[in-house]
């Protein structure tokens, strides 16, 4: 009889322990997927982030970049003129600087 009864109380403690072993596996892969959606989350709004901030430096680049050759465009444009100007009054026959 002691054979029977220590038998059912082991039976009994290790279904117990599968049981709430089971459970807080469950619980543990339950908590795992929220984790999961809590770093998808944060690396979406990091991503979000570094790409706001190389937008803006790219824009700024180009922006600077765009005056520097308009301002180039310009000074040569003005070069040129003045060049034209003086190579006309040198076929006229004029003296320079009038």
Do not use: F
């Amino acid at each position: 009889m002691k054979t029977i009864e220590m038998t059912r109380i082991l039976l009994a403690a290790g279904l117990g322990l599968g049981l709430g072993c089971g459970v807080a596996l469950g619980q543990s892969a339950g908590q795992d997927m929220k984790d999961a959606g809590h770093d998808t989350k944060a690396a979406t709004v990091d991503t979000g982030h570094a790409t706001k901030t190389t937008t803006k430096r790219v824009y700024h680049k180009t922006k600077h970049v765009t005056k520097k050759a308009y301002h180039k465009t310009a000074e040569g444009t003005k070069t040129a003129a003045h060049r034209t100007e003086n190579s006309g009054d040198a076929l006229a026959g004029k003296p320079e600087g009038h």
